[in-house]
Structures are given as structure tokens and as C-alpha cells.
């Protein structure tokens, strides 16, 4: 079993920046990991891709956050970042960490991110 843990979630205004952090980790258990990334889910919508990034370092964006967001990955800690530049208010939304191994797919518990106009 893989737990994720999320950080960096918060309040910004329109314009502004925040950076999402999620770490793997599984006690006990030897896991290889072949995506990471982030979904997000606004009130009322279905949850959507924002950015994943493979374990040789391909990514890939939603259109909506192509030349704002930028997804990047450190191996040997298991963890994953985005960094959120640009941000609107439709960025608003529960944002969730996204973990691929080679036997099941994982989910973090989400971290709220808002932006104010």
C-alpha cells in the first residue's frame, strides 16, 4: 500500500503563485513507480487531469494550464511538484496527487487551492 502526502495548497490572488508538493511512500514494501501527477476537481465538476510526468521525465498538461503550471519530479524521494504561475480564479479546486505503480493506482487526500479574483 502507497501512502501520498500533499502540501502546499492555500488561499492566492488572481496573478499569483503557489507550488503543490506530494511524497510516496510505502513502509515495509518495495514499490516502482511509473507516473505521477495532479487532478483537480471543482465544485459541482468531475475530477480532471492537470499534469502528469512519467519516471523518464515525459510530461503532459491539460490545455487549460500549458506555459502556467509546470510539473516536475524527484526520483529519489518519491515525490512530485507543480508549480503554479499565472494563477485564475477557474484554477480554483480541490487538487489531487496522482500515483501510478506497476500493479494499482494511488490517490492523495487533496488539497484545496483557491484563488481570489
Known amino acids: 500500500q502507497v501512502q501520498l502526502v500533499e502540501s502546499g495548497g492555500g488561499l492566492v490572488q488572481a496573478g499569483g503563485s503557489l507550488k503543490l508538493s506530494c511524497t510516496a511512500s510505502a513502509s515495509g514494501s518495495i514499490f516502482s513507480i511509473v507516473t505521477m501527477g495532479w487532478y483537480r476537481q471543482a465544485p459541482g465538476k468531475q475530477r480532471d487531469l492537470v499534469a502528469l510526468?512519467?519516471?523518464?521525465?515525459?510530461?503532459n498538461y491539460a490545455d487549460s494550464v500549458k506555459g502556467r503550471f509546470t510539473i516536475s519530479r524527484d526520483n529519489a524521494i518519491d515525490t512530485v511538484y507543480l508549480q503554479m504561475n499565472s494563477l485564475k480564479p477557474e484554477d480554483t479546486a480541490v487538487y489531487y496527487c496522482y500515483v501510478r505503480t506497476r500493479h494499482s493506482n494511488y490517490w492523495g487526500q487533496g488539497t484545496q487551492v483557491t484563488v481570489s479574483s
Open positions: 510526468i512519467t519516471s523518464g521525465g515525459d510530461t
